[in-house]
């Protein structure tokens, strides 16, 4: 199936939706940014950015956005980064908030410390096509990952990268880099249970 | 002064990691705290951060003497506080005061002409810093000094502390505008631009290649409502600073706290929303009020905020 066929749905509440939808232009996916629950419809994957997951989450609590996106994730592709990481996580420390808990895994906020310590490295993975160059600002930190999750790149001993059938996530920042392979990757994944 | 690092150039990995903490901010509002209980009531609001200020715009104004970067001590126990990102303001020029805040571990520095400036002709050269600066421009040219300087973020200067939005849309207009006029020269007529913006040749380039600014474009300076923030993201503005008009009644007199905390949260609701005007009217309609306000227009020159910078 050709990325063209693909609706991919950016959640643009805040934070860095516009270079996320403007990856899946250029690997010839329809993006869409979202801003309401009903808009959810119809999307074949979700992206969930990074930006300021106590932000995401206060405009989550009105009309039923939280469960209905609860709902979505639980089924449908989707693919968090840093702050989107931290909402598909099981269990969020430091401090404890809600979230969507579909991903098996434990995320430390902030815990690479603040934005004085944000980096870029480059990072061996297990995708093809070398390592990647992975831009981490005031990163969370992914402290333990279930059994079904994969461990598709590591930061020293900690998963930067992860897949768990249709969930993607990573604690670093994808879209920021000229690198499409992670977004390619997601895209794969999309068409996959698009044709399922 | 502070190291020279590598960062110097566009594009180098010390500028876009400073422009990618101004990416995660897009879309959200940055709110001026003066305290810790402001701080909590903020990110409990829905702010994409705080910035820690002693006095905020409106009390400067009204009381007068030299404004200053907020003690360290204030700063420290905010950012304890809280989990967003947490902004503080130097002086123009005053890159000791930098210093001392980039120490602190403050996310984002803003060289603001809200407080006195300390320097009638250096900024600070910001690419010094590890930490990303924000600086404001009422216009193109003074918005690529800033970047060529290394500014990773502009806000528009508005005029703080008056809770009247018109120069707030007068420095988005024009910087909106000039941006535009670049797009349609020619290649040979660009190095003309460039003087007569009195900006970097390479940065008018960029502008007139993209359209946009090299780094993200915010807004500041008088915003009171939710519709002042729709106003301006409608303009063009990526995200919004909201100062003095969420914990101020007045120049004097702080709002009481639940109220504070309603308007907060519906400004940030207004910003995500600002093409949704049917979600524009439920943000207003929730709100109770907004700050009296000092209109602008009644200001003589020399009590302008926004002359200061050069």
Redesign the interface.
Known sequence: MSEGSLTVGVLALQGAFDVHAAMLKQLGAHAQLIRRPEQLGGLDGLILPGGESTTFLKHLERDGFFETLAAFVRTKPTFGTCAGCILLARDVERPAQRSFGVLDVTVERNAYGRQIDSTILLTPTSIAGGPLEMVFIRAPKITRTGPEVDILASRAEAPVLVEQGHLMAATFHPELSTDTRIHQHFLDLVSRYKLQ | MAEHTSNGHFNS?GL??KT??A??????VIMDVVDVAQARIA???????VMALERVPAQIRAQGGVARMSHPRMIREI?DTV???VMAKARIGHFAEAQVL?VL?V??IDESEVLTPADETYHIDKHAF???FVCGARDLGEALRRIAEGAAMIRTKGEAGTGDVVHAVRHMRQIVREMRSLTVLGEEELYNAAKEFRAPYELVRMVAKSGKLPVPNFSAGGIATPADAALVRQLGAEAVFVGSGIFMSDSYTFAEPEEAEIRA?AI??A???FD?PRILAACSEECQGAMKGLAAAVLDEKELLQTRGW
């Open positions: 990995s876009r990691l990618g903490l990416e995660m901010l897009k879309g959200g990110e409990r609001a829905g702010a994409t951060a950012i989990s967003i990102p980039q571990g996310d984002f590890t930490t990303p949260r940030v609701r910003s995500t929303h949704d």
